[in-house]
């Protein structure tokens, strides 16, 4: 019985852990936009949307799987 707690307590911090780092990274995404934004290059900004795109594409995908499991 303690040992289904244990396990239950450490998936609770692994996923908040992971939640968290993703808040970094779209934070670091955020910043980099805003760095493209101060560059003349209106290249590096279309390929930085695109990347942007992608990821939320991913992360919608991402979350539909996990429901319907």
Same mark, same amino acid.
């Given at each position: 019985?303690?040992?289904?707690?244990?396990?239950?307590?450490?998936?609770?911090?692994?996923?908040?852990?992971? =939640?968290?780092?993703?808040?970094? /990274?779209?934070?670091?995404v955020l910043i980099? $936009?805003?760095?493209?934004?101060?560059?003349?290059?209106? =290249?590096?900004?279309?390929?930085? /949307?695109c990347v942007l795109?992608?990821?939320? $594409?991913?992360?919608?995908m991402f979350r539909?799987?996990?429901?319907?499991?």
């Amino acid at each position: 019985n303690k040992n289904k707690m244990d396990i239950a307590n450490y998936s609770c911090v692994f996923n908040w852990e992971t =939640l968290t780092d993703l808040r970094h /990274k779209s934070i670091r995404v955020l910043i980099i $936009l805003i760095h493209a934004h101060l560059y003349p290059s209106i =290249l590096i900004l279309h390929c930085f /949307k695109c990347v942007l795109l992608l990821y939320v $594409l991913f992360m919608l995908m991402f979350r539909k799987k996990k429901f319907q499991n």
